[in-house]
């Protein structure tokens, strides 16, 4: 067989991926040279002579430029189906007069690669070429049979036209990265792929992506955009750190601690010497914090050097008065009134035979075999248990704010906010007379240890003793501010009362003399009670603190510490070395004088305690109020409850017991009186209008 020409090549300036949607009807006929109408086409893998397959006229371009398309293509991108064929060699091979539409994607995609990136190549190129097997190139001759043989696959079917750029085909985009952070806001980071798009653009123009106007070389453009929480959160934490080291500052000035000292610098410093309610601690702390806050600002040294001057200044005075009038000797003691020296003297008469009395007797019953304390306290106790409600009167028409029995328990004394006090006989709860005097509220009442007489504290800031037909009988004046709570010393013969002046004073009641003023609390006194033997006195206040008083020297010889909050109630026990308190913060304590410290604590309301009393008698038992609107009754010896005496609608303002510990009665807010029995008498009153 004659060895075939070279096959003619497909220049690559001409178009030949153009894919259109033109339908092959009204295609221009022409056949090129070595393709007619009687072409036939042989099936691959059929080998039986005469077998053929007639080409219709309205294939033949398409078949002449299937063929053509693949002799101009490079071997490394002629598609695998395209398989070796022998055809008619044409002197010129003609563009096609119809666009590739029945080609496959793949097909037309590689023939506009290759017309576009690839030079022309024939069998003898030795040039550099990829590593994929060569094909046997498409060859033609003119003395083979006019057939075309073509790989043998199924018909194509018709594929929707994709428009193809004409023009040099785009390579694929090389990775971009965002112009913005992560942390940047969502709408700068939609904005990347039209970024790339204008990268691209410079890219195509010959500029660089960072030289063009869009991306100006701004070294602020890298940094991070924080949103608004974030910022929030940056201030917050900045001033933080600012307020802590204001705090480390201001500890490490030195702040003055005598009261005195930082009063004289805070009106220095144009501020106010004391604000309301204010505490010694809190007024050093609100020095503290101001000269922190002006050394901040700079102004520190120039208050400090006019302090200092200040200083120099008055110690120069002093020294000068000293010079001049010689060493000035401040007595510890104040000088008292010939008065309370015999009230002193009397007090002690009285209260040293009742201890000597009360230490025998306390001897006898832990060493007489026939006394069974243990025996009598729980009898005590399981009568105390089955405390009833056995009366409940209206005790006026505003609250009632305290009670108190007489000393045989056969009257009881209440007073009102409405500025009456009234008496009621026990156990009816009839009312036996009205004493009006004041022109305030009356906030506790008291009877006399030993007669009938019975004092009241008001908020005009007197107290006044009664006697039982309600007449006045003395006022005792002199207390700066209101009155709180008042007491009868065992005697008789004195009077205390607590004051929110911060002071609690001794009065003789038949004289109406104040014997002592006495200093101490830093805040309000709000009770007071005395010692069984009349050697001692006990106060509190609001202070949270509560202290003893030596009636015959005038010392405080203890402070008991231990409240967080105001103290309401306090009450000696009969055996003589029990304390009870009661305060806002819920709890009871029993303090131990002995030991000078607190031995238990009742956890006993849900909200203040306003009044804490002792059984008289013996101190079996103990007594609390509150304002969760109940009292509550305690064991004595392991400060266990026993009974709630739960009733009242309201705030439970005061209590107390009858001398054998019969009855208790209570008064609250509103506005009843309330008595409790552990005997059943077979009374029963009804509610009457007083």
């Known amino acids: 067989m004659e060895e075939p020409p070279p096959p003619a090549v497909l220049p690559s300036s001409e178009d030949t991926s153009t894919v259109s949607s033109h339908s092959f009807v009204n295609a221009p006929t022409t056949v090129p ?15 039986q002579p005469g077998l053929t397959i007639p080409v219709p006229p309205e294939a033949a371009p398409l078949t002449a430029s299937l063929v053509a398309a693949s002799a101009g293509m490079p071997p490394a991108v002629v598609p695998s189906f395209v398989r070796p064929a022998i055809v008619a060699a044409p002197s010129v091979m003609p563009p096609p007069s119809m666009p590739l539409a029945a080609l496959p994607m793949p097909v037309a995609s590689a023939v506009s690669v290759a017309a576009s990136h690839f030079p022309p190549s024939t069998p003898n190129d030795n040039s550099n070429t990829p590593s994929i097997p060569v094909p046997t190139p498409i060859v033609a001759s003119s003395s083979v049979p006019s057939s075309v043989i073509l790989p043998g696959i ?16 785009v390579a694929p985009s090389p990775f971009v990265p965002p112009s913005r952070p992560l942390g940047a806001s969502a709408s700068a980071a939609m904005d990347v792929d039209n970024t790339n798009e204008q990268d691209q653009d410079a890219e195509s123009k010959g500029e660089s992506p960072s030289s063009s106007p869009d991306h100006p070389e701004d070294p602020s453009a890298a940094e991070y955009e ?19 080291l204001l705090r480390r500052r201001a500890y490490a000035l030195a702040v003055p601690t005598n009261d005195s000292s930082v009063r004289a610098r805070l009106r220095r410093l144009n501020e106010p010497i004391t604000l309301f309610g204010e505490r010694e601690m809190e007024r050093r702390d609100r020095l503290r914090a101001l000269m922190a806050k002006l050394d901040a600002e700079g102004q520190l040294e120039k208050l400090m050097k006019v302090q200092e001057e200040e200083e120099a200044a008055a110690n120069v005075d002093a020294e000068e008065v000293q010079e001049m009038e010689g060493p000035q000797i401040y007595p510890f003691y104040t000088e008292g009134s010939q008065e309370l020296l015999k009230a002193r003297t009397e007090i002690m008469k009285f209260s040293l035979p009742r201890a000597v009395s009360r230490l025998q007797r306390a001897r006898r019953k832990r060493e007489d075999p026939d006394e069974d304390e243990d025996e009598e306290l729980k009898c005590v106790l399981q009568q105390t248990a089955q405390i009833t409600m056995d009366c409940s009167e209206i005790g006026g028409d505003r609250p009632v704010s305290g009670c108190a029995f007489s000393s045989d328990g056969t009257l009881l004394a209440t007073s009102a906010w409405s500025g009456v006090t009234k008496l009621w006989s ?20 008291a009877f006399s240890p030993t007669n009938c007489h019975l004092a009241t504290a008001c908020a005009d800031r007197t107290a006044m003793l009664w006697n039982s037909e309600g007449v006045l009988m003395k006022t005792y004046e002199g207390h700066l501010d209101r009155l709180a709570r ?7 013969l004195y009077l205390g009362t607590a004051s929110f002046d911060k002071t609690w004073r001794l009065w003789d009641v038949n004289t109406g003399i104040e014997l002592l003023l006495q200093e101490g609390h830093s805040r309000s006194v709000y009770g007071i009670a005395f010692h069984c033997d009349g050697s001692l006195a006990a106060t509190c206040g609001l202070d949270g603190l509560a202290r003893i008083w030596d009636l015959r020297t005038g010392r405080s010889i203890l402070a008991l510490e231990g409240h967080v909050k105001p103290v309401l109630g306090v009450d000696f026990s009969p055996n003589g070395y029990h304390l009870a308190t009661g305060s806002e913060d819920h709890t009871c304590r029993i303090w131990d004088l002995r030991k000078r410290q607190s031995v238990y604590i009742i956890p006993a309301h849900s909200h203040l305690l306003s009044q804490v009393k002792f059984e008289p008698q013996e101190g079996y038992f103990l007594v609390t109020a509150s304002y969760d609107s109940t009292a509550k009754v305690w064991s004595a010896r392991d400060f266990k409850s026993i009974k709630i005496l739960a009733g009242h609608e309201a705030k439970v303002t005061s209590a107390d017991i009858t001398a054998d510990g019969q009855y208790i009665a209570t008064v609250s807010h509103d506005r009843t009186i309330k008595l409790w029995s552990s005997k059943s008498n077979g009374n029963t009153n009804d509610m009457n209008i007083g």
């Open 33 to 47: 040279v070595g393709l007619d109408a009687s072409t036939q086409i042989s099936p691959p893998g059929i080998n």
């Open 154 to 169: 199924a018909p194509l079917p018709f594929i929707a036209p994709i428009p193809v750029p004409s023009s040099r085909p």
């Open 226 to 244: 924080i949103t608004e929480e974030s910022r929030k959160v940056r201030e917050r934490q900045e001033q933080a750190i600012q307020e802590l």
């Open 426 to 445: 026990v156990p009816n709860i009839n009312k036996v007379a009205t004493l009006k005097g004041h022109t305030e509220r009356v906030t506790d009442v």
């Open 486 to 492: 008042l007491a009868f010393h065992p005697s008789g």
